[in-house]
């Protein structure tokens, strides 16, 4: 049972390395801004309640937050271990899943602080488009489909997210080192945390938080 943590800021390409990273090691992706979405195409109660937080870029509440994860990681996929994608964004959200996970008798290996400049992460979200279908990211510069607006891996169409907005951009930033980057001090203390720079190729970043991962294990 192996619980890993991805913290980095929004653009940082959590979301592409996370699920990679679960799909190789055998663990669940859990990334709560993807559930989110998804709740917003099926309109559930959860998506009405998240909906407003979400445009603006600011965090929907910790209680609804904690209790989607914790439901989600009862599921049997889960039961290997998880990979948490936008989870937790602030230290209420850590404490939380600490609590949660310690009365299991359980706890998070290791926290993956995927590093990249401000520069870089303003530069990212203004050109970015993601798959409907299968949530591959794509930059309109540095990484464009094959067939504009087409996905290259499975032809799903390729959208721009309402929350990639510039004002929204600078927003979802501002929450980020605000409430997210605490957490680096937080899981530092607990020695729990690697850092892998974020920046260059795809496979390049994969290849760095896989070996920062295999050092946490043997440490
Ligand atoms: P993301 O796809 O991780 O960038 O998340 C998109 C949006 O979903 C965020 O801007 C928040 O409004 C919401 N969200 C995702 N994860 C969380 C979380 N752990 N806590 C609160 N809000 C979240």
Redesign the pocket.
Known sequence: MLYIVFLGA?GAGKGTQAATVAGKLNLAHV????M?REAQKQETELAKQ?RA??EK????PDGI?IQMVLERIAAPDCEKGVIFD????NLK?AEALDEALGKQGKMIGSVIYIKVSEAELLERLGGRWICRQCQTPYHMVNSPPQTPGKCDRCGGELYQRS?DTPETVRE?LRVYFAETAPLIDYYARTGKLLEAGGEGSVEDVRERILASLEKGFVR
Do not use: H, I, K, S
Request: net charge negative.
């Open positions: 929004p990334a709560t801004g993807d989110f998240a937080y979400m870029g600011e965090l929907v937050t936008g989870f937790p964004r959200q929350d979802r």
